[in-house]
C-alpha cells in the first residue's frame, strides 16, 4: 500500500492558492452540516515521524469551530491508563454525535509502539479490538478517516536534520527518531503490513505522499471533504434490519431457557449463616490476591424486578475491601450518554486491574429493556449481541474475570415481593408504577432473556441463571460461583 | 486536640453486641432518608499508620446499600494527576447529592504527606484552598464528617510488628510507616496543629481513641448517625437569604460600568489585517513557551449574544498548536452536573499544566442567566461570587494565567446581529427563540454584569470589558491582552 505510492507529487503555489480557501470554506459548512445532522467524525493521522502530522492537523481546523472539534495528542499511556483495557483511553475520547476528533497518532500506537513488548497472541488480539472497535464505530453511523502521512528515507533524514540545526526546534528530535529513520525500511515493511491488515474490512486508509505540503494538504482536505458530503448524501439512517448478526469468530456455550429451571431449591437458615460466613471469609482472601496480582474482576447482575440482585450483591461487597470495589447502579442512559454508541458508557466504568466492579444491571439493558420499549432501532438490537460478545471478549483479553448473573424467579414470587415491599413503609422506595409496567412484559423479557442467553453465554464471559425464589439459596449460589471462577483463575 | 484524647477507653464485647446490630440498622435506614432527601454525605478517615482506618470503613459501610456510596482511598497524586490542580482530584470524587463518599486519606494528605516539598506560602495557599473547599461544600448542603484515629506510640509499634510477623501482611508496612512510628512525637505535634487549624471554621474534626476496636467503631457509628439526624431534622432548605457574601480577604480591583463604556472604537481592514497576522505568530510562539514552561492559560469568554465570542475565539485559536488547546463550550448543566455544587463541572473542566483552556460562557453563568432566570435561589446566587473569587484564586495559586472577557455590544447592533443572521440561510442555526428571549431582558442582564464586574475583578483573574461593535477592533484588543498577560508572566 505505502510502496506504490508516489511520493514525488507535488502542487504548485498558484495552484494551491487558487484552492485553499475554497477548501478550508467547504469543509467549514460541512462542519455545520454534520453537526445538524448529529453526524460523528473521526479522523486520525499515523506516519512517519517529521511527516508533519502536527502541522497537517493546524491547516485542517484553521477554519472549523472551535466548539465542535477536539484534537488528542496519543503518546505513551500513562501509568493510570495502563491500569484499565488498553482500548478505553480511544473510547473515552469517542466524539459525541456531531462532533469531530482529529487524533494525532491514534490506537495503531498501541500495535506499532506499543507500550511493552507483546507476544503474537496479544498483537493478534489488539487487532481483533481494533477491527470490533472501528466496525463498532461505523456501524453506530461515525466517519473515520484514517491517513497515513508518508515520506522517504532521505526526506525524513533531512527533515530531522533540519530540526536538530535549529536550537529552538532540538528537542523534537528523539533517539527513537533518528533510529527509525536507520532502520527504514524494516519500519515500512510494518507499516505497509499494518495498513494493509487494517484496511480489508473498511476501506478506510488513506496514504498520502506528504514530501510536498501543499500537495498533502489538498489530499487531505479532499479526502474528508468527500468523506462527509458522501456520508451527508446518504439516506438519513439506514435502519433497514438485516437480522441479528451473529459472532462467527465466537464460540458460543449451550444455555438454558428459562423455562426449564426448577425454582424450588432452598437452603435452610443454619446452613446459609454458615455457608455465608465462610464464603464471604474466602471471598475476602481471594480479593487480596486478585489485588495482588493485578486480576480485575467484572460481575455483571441482571434478574427480574425484585429479584434480589440488591441483597446479592451486598453479601459480596460486605467481604470485599471497600478500596477495591465499585458498585455501579445502570440506570437510563443521559443525554450524553445517548449520544454515543451504547457500549461507551460502560467503558468508562471499567474498573482498574485488580478492582472488582459490580454492575447493578448492564449493558444488556440494549437487548432488554431498550429493545423491548423502542428506545433502539431494530438493526441497532440487531448487532447488540455481537459487539457485546466483542466487548466481552476484550475484557477477558485483557486479563478480566467476567462473570454474569441472571436472578430468576417466577411471576407468582414476583408478585409476592412488590406486595410485600408495597406494605412495608421503609421498603416503599423500592417499588415504582414501572416495576409494574414491566410486570406486564413478563413474556417479552423471558424471550429476550432466552434470547440473550442463547447468544452470548462464552466461555470468556458465562451466564450462570441463579434460581432465586429462595433468597438464601441465590446467594449462596453466588458467592459460590464467584469463588470458583477466581480459584479456577490462580 | 489530640493530645487531651483518653487512649485507654475500651467497650468490653457483651456491649459492643448489645450496640452493634442497633447502629448499623439505624445506619441503613438513615442512608435511605438522605437518599430521599437528596443530601450528599463526605466522611473522610485520617489517622496514624496501622490505625485501623480500613478495617474501619470495612464495618462502617457494612449494611450500607453499596448502590448508594464510594469509597476511595487517597494515595500519591498520579503523574497525570500532578499536572492539574492539587484539588482537583476531590472535587471530581465529590458524591453527588443524595450520595456517601468515604475517604480513606483525603485532602489533608496534600498538607500532611504532599507530593513535593512546599513553600510556607504554598503550604497556607493549601490550607486555605482546603478552608475553600470545605466551607463551599457544607455552604451547599453536604454533611461533611472528619475523623482522625489516634493511637499511641507504642501502640503502633505493637501494630507494626504484628503486621511484620506475618508472611501475608509484611507488605503492608513501609519503611515511611516505621519513620512515622520513630518520629512519632514530632508527627504528633504537627497532627495537632493541622486539625487545630482546620477546625476553626466548622467544627468538623472528630477525634477517636483507636486502641480498642470495638470502642472506636461504637464512637464512629454515633457521630455519622448523631450527624445525619442533625442534618435531616434542619429545615428542608436553608434558602434564607442574608445578602451577597463579600470576599473579605480578597482584593478587588475597580471595574468600569457597561454604561461608560464607549462602543465607537473601530480598526480598517488594512490594519487588522496586519495586527492579526502579528499577533497570531506571537501567540503562536508564546503557546509553545507555556508549553514547555507547563504554564496554565484559562480564558474565560462572556458577553452578549451575537457579540463575537465565536470569532473571536476562534482567530485565538488558529493561532495555537491543536494538541495543546481545547475550547469548553458551555450550555445548561446537566442531570449529574445539576446535582453537585456549581462550580464542580468546572473543575472537571481544567487544562493540564502548559495547555489552554477558551471558555465559551463559564461558571458566571450562576450569578447571570441562573440567577435571573430563577434557576438557582438566592442563597446560592448570593455566595456565589464569593466561591468564584475563591476557586479564581486557586487557579492562579496553581500558577494559572486567568483572564476573563466581557465582550460588549449595544442593542442596536445586537438587533443588526440578530436580523442578518435571520436572514442568511448558513447562520440562521446561530440565532434562536431565546436569543430574543435574553434580549427582552437587557436591563437585567446589564445590572447583573455591572455587579459581577464589580464584585469578581481581581490582579489574579481580571476582567477586560471588549468594546465589540467593531468585530476587528474587539479582535484585535482580545489578543493582545492575551499576548500582555503571557509576556508580563514570563
Chains 1, 2 share one sequence.
Not at 540545526?165 to 524494516?186: F, P, S
Not at 458498585?327 to 472488582?356: C, M, Q, Y
Not at 432473556?449 to 466461555?459: A, K, P, S
Request: hydrophobic fraction near 40%; include cysteine; charged fraction near 35%.
Amino acid at each position: 500500500m505505502l510502496r506504490e505510492l508516489d511520493l514525488e507529487q507535488r502542487l504548485d503555489e498558484a495552484a494551491w492558492d487558487g484552492v485553499s480557501e475554497v477548501l478550508k470554506t467547504r469543509l467549514g459548512v460541512l462542519q455545520q452540516e454534520i453537526r445538524a445532522r448529529k453526524i460523528p467524525v473521526v479522523i486520525l493521522f499515523e506516519g512517519w515521524g517529521a511527516s508533519g502530522k502536527g502541522s497537517m492537523i493546524s491547516r485542517l481546523i484553521s477554519n472549523l469551530d472551535p466548539r465542535g472539534f477536539s484534537v488528542y495528542s496519543i503518546g505513551m499511556p500513562t501509568v493510570e491508563e495502563q491500569r484499565f483495557p488498553w482500548m478505553r483511553r480511544f473510547w473515552q475520547k469517542l466524539p459525541a454525535y456531531g462532533d469531530i476528533a482529529i487524533f494525532d497518532r491514534s490506537w495503531y500506537r498501541g500495535i506499532s509502539l506499543p507500550e511493552r513488548e507483546l507476544s503474537k497472541k496479544e498483537m493478534r488480539g489488539r487487532l481483533d479490538e481494533i477491527q470490533d472497535f472501528e466496525r463498532q464505530i461505523i456501524d453506530d453511523g461515525y466517519v473515520l478517516i484514517k491517513f497515513f502521512l508518508h515520506i522517504s528515507r532521505k526526506e525524513q533524514k533531512r527533515r530531522f536534520k533540519a530540526l536538530a540545526e535549529k536550537k529552538i526546534t532540538r528537542w523534537r528530535v528523539l533517539d527513537a527518531d533518528w533510529r527509525q529513520n536507520e532502520h527504514y525500511d524494516e519500519c515500512l515493511d510494518s507499516f505497509d503490513e499494518l495498513l494493509t491488515r487494517t484496511d480489508e474490512f473498511d476501506r478506510s486508509w488513506t496514504p498520502v505522499g506528504a514530501t510536498d505540503k501543499r500537495f498533502a494538504t489538498c489530499k487531505v482536505f479532499e479526502t474528508v471533504i468527500r468523506a462527509l458530503e458522501e456520508k451527508l448524501a446518504d439516506a438519513p439512517a439506514d435502519d433497514s434490519f438485516l437480522g441479528v448478526r451473529n459472532s462467527e469468530d465466537i464460540v458460543l456455550l449451550p444455555a438454558p431457557r428459562l423455562r426449564d429451571v426448577s425454582l424450588d431449591k432452598t437452603l435452610g437458615e443454619d446452613a446459609y449463616r454458615r455457608e455465608l460466613k465462610a464464603c464471604q471469609k474466602r471471598l475476602s482472601e481471594l480479593h487480596n490476591v486478585l489485588y495482588h496480582k493485578k486480576i480485575p474482576l467484572i460481575l455483571a447482575f441482571e434478574g427480574w424486578d425484585a429479584a434480589g440482585k440488591g441483597g446479592n450483591i451486598k453479601r459480596i461487597t460486605q467481604a470485599l475491601d471497600p478500596r477495591g470495589f465499585e458498585v455501579i447502579p445502570i440506570a437510563a442512559p443521559s443525554t450524553l450518554e445517548k449520544n454515543h454508541p451504547h457500549l461507551w458508557r460502560f467503558w468508562n466504568a471499567l474498573p482498574k486491574d485488580g478492582h472488582v466492579a459490580v454492575f447493578d444491571r448492564t449493558w444488556y439493558g440494549r437487548v432488554m429493556v431498550e429493545h423491548i420499549e423502542g428506545f433502539c432501532t431494530d438493526e441497532q438490537w440487531g448487532r447488540a449481541y455481537d459487539e457485546i460478545n466483542r466487548f466481552e471478549r476484550g475484557l477477558a483479553g485483557w486479563g478480566a474475570i467476567v462473570l454474569k448473573f441472571w436472578l430468576h424467579i417466577d411471576r407468582d414470587e414476583q408478585l409476592k415481593r412488590f406486595t410485600e415491599r408495597q406494605n412495608t413503609a421503609e421498603k416503599q422506595y423500592k417499588i415504582t408504577d414501572e416495576d409494574w409496567r414491566n410486570r406486564e412484559k413478563w413474556g417479552d423479557y423471558e424471550q429476550a432473556v432466552d434470547e440473550l442467553l442463547m447468544r452470548t453465554n462464552t466461555d470468556y464471559a458465562p451466564w450462570l441463571v441463579v434460581e432465586s425464589n429462595d433468597k438464601r439459596y441465590a446467594r449462596i449460589k453466588t458467592m459460590r460461583a464467584v469463588i470458583d471462577a477466581i480459584e479456577q483463575r490462580l
